[in-house]
């Protein structure tokens, strides 16, 4: 069993560089694995390893009076999480191209009040999805504005499209959080009037209240893809790519030159050979006669 961890904290750094390596060391010492960018502005983690060697990492991170009320998202896993580590200093711990002071972040809306207000007057709320298209395909929020943007980086482009939203009530929400510090500061600092993020984001509001409302998954960064957030209304709102079937089943196009994560069915994955398209089926059929051949 592997114990996965998600954490991330803005907070002004002076040396990233000497806490760059700390962490790396502690981590390679422990034997964890994942991946954790560091900058002037914080910290933005997410390794996995045993039980003790993950404790050992929180205690030892904690011990920095910086990241002593750091709050740290667990999960566990059957499967090895990730690859390899990778320890690095970045400008920025989530790029957003545009510049944005974090301090104008939105306020919290705590999972439990943003169950609640859905309850009471869903359809004042508008919750708007702060994640990738690729994220949100297999799951979101019911009736949750989800913008095509298949990097963080095009948020800015996307708040043009909805400046008729700038008086609405809004609701941002991503997959532990980051993302909507900035997100939501973008918001507050082009005049929407009234935004709140939701606080510890999907992963904390499916563990706080059951999911309720939440459809699909929840897309993560790491081996298990999606895992799963409603426990008390699910639902599947993904397709196939191929035969439109309801399905959270992620796979990687089998083609290497295309590598797609996208949206398969088993009985589509065998039917098609793990190509996302006709063109990929039979591109991966010629490595396989072509590696034949040269064995
Ligand atoms: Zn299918
Ligand atoms: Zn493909």
Redesign the pocket.
Known sequence: MFKVLLYYKYIELADPKKFRDEQYNLCARLGLKGRILIGDEGLNGTVGGSEESINEYMEATQKYPEFSDIEWKISYTEEDPFPKLRVVVRDEIVSLRTKVSVKNKAPYIEPKDLKKELEEKGDEIILIDARNNYESKIGKFKNAIAPDIDNFREWSEFVDSIEDLKDKTIVTYCTGGIRCEKASAYLVEKGFKNVRQLHGGIVRYGEETGGKDFEGTCYVFDSRIHVPVNSVNPEVISECEHCKKKIARYIN?C?AK???QFICCEECEAKFEG???E??QAKSRYKKVEAEHQA
């Open positions: 196009c083609n295309c590598n797609k190509g996302c398209s063109d990929c």
